[in-house]
């Protein structure tokens, strides 16, 4: 910078020198006006360039500030951006909210509907399950009295009330059991649990049940080689159902016979 300064100072007083020679006799031209004019000549030059430092320092003020505004401006888009998910999140928040209560209303408007009965066959199913899913042991328990459907001119009057439309007193349904329960063990619960009248007689010392009625309709209600059998997996047995121990898997069937077992694929044998 300061080369440049001289150079142009140079040039600047030959070029004054030229002017005043030229414009000038030159005997009137002295060395104190040639000085003063060069000294004029550089306070201007060197006032101009202050200027211009001035100025390039107000632009890069200039430049700053603006670069201040654009991150501010960028500041504000971002925090306004933010506001903006924030609030989407608020709302998304609340929509879910609204559909969960929505499905819990639902819900309680389904189970309100629900019959008593639906509800006890749910309930029972869902014991079911829950006996399954704890690893019992499982069996399926079944009632029929359909044989009296073909002799109901047979059948005591005051008993044709209680015979289901269709001989079904209780259709199969599972029944879990534990080790070393019998078939009259899991058929007396079972018929408590459906509200199914069951009775029997215990006979301690043989230490057996024999049934008497089940749904109410008992032995020799349809003559005297009616009564009540049961079977474990198709097959009859010959005694007693305390006797009879269970296993996994195994199928009880409970028939009312109006023949000694013949009428049901049991016949009779002393």
Do not use: H, Q
Request: proline share 2%; charged share 25%; aromatic share 8%.
């Amino acid at each position: 910078m300061k080369k440049k300064i001289i150079i142009t100072v140079v040039i600047i007083l030959s070029l004054a020198g030229a002017f005043f020679f030229a414009e000038k006799p030159p005997e009137k031209v002295t060395e104190n006006s040639v000085i003063e004019n060069s000294v004029n000549e550089v306070s201007e030059i060197v006032s101009e360039i202050s200027i211009e430092k001035s100025i390039v320092s107000e632009i890069s003020e200039i430049s700053v500030e603006e670069s201040n505004v654009s991150e501010i401006s960028e500041i504000s888009v971002e925090e306004s951006t933010v506001s903006e998910i924030s609030e989407i999140s608020v709302e998304e928040s609340t929509v879910s909210e609204i559909s969960e209560i929505s499905v819990e209303e639902s819900l309680e408007e389904i189970v309100s509907e629900i019959s008593v009965e639906e509800r006890s066959f749910i309930e029972n199913f869902v014991e079911e399950i829950s006996e399954i899913s704890e690893n019992k042991t499982v069996c399926t328990v079944s009632i029929s009295c359909n044989t009296l459907l073909n002799n109901l001119d047979r059948v005591k009057k005051n008993k044709l009330s209680v015979i289901p439309s269709d001989g079904w007193i209780l259709t199969a349904v599972n029944a879990g059991f534990n080790d070393g329960e019998s078939v009259f063990d899991v058929t007396k619960r079972v018929c408590m649990e459906n509200k199914i009248p069951f009775e029997f007689t215990l006979a301690p010392i043989y230490n057996t049940a024999y049934i008497e009625g089940i749904n109410n309709i008992y032995e020799f209600d349809c003559g005297s080689t009616s009564g009540w059998l049961y079977k474990v997996n198709g097959e009859f047995k010959s005694y007693g159902c305390s006797d009879c121990k269970l296993n996994n898997g195994d199928i009880i069937e409970w028939v009312y016979t109006c023949d000694l077992g013949k009428d049901v694929g049991n016949e009779y044998k002393e």
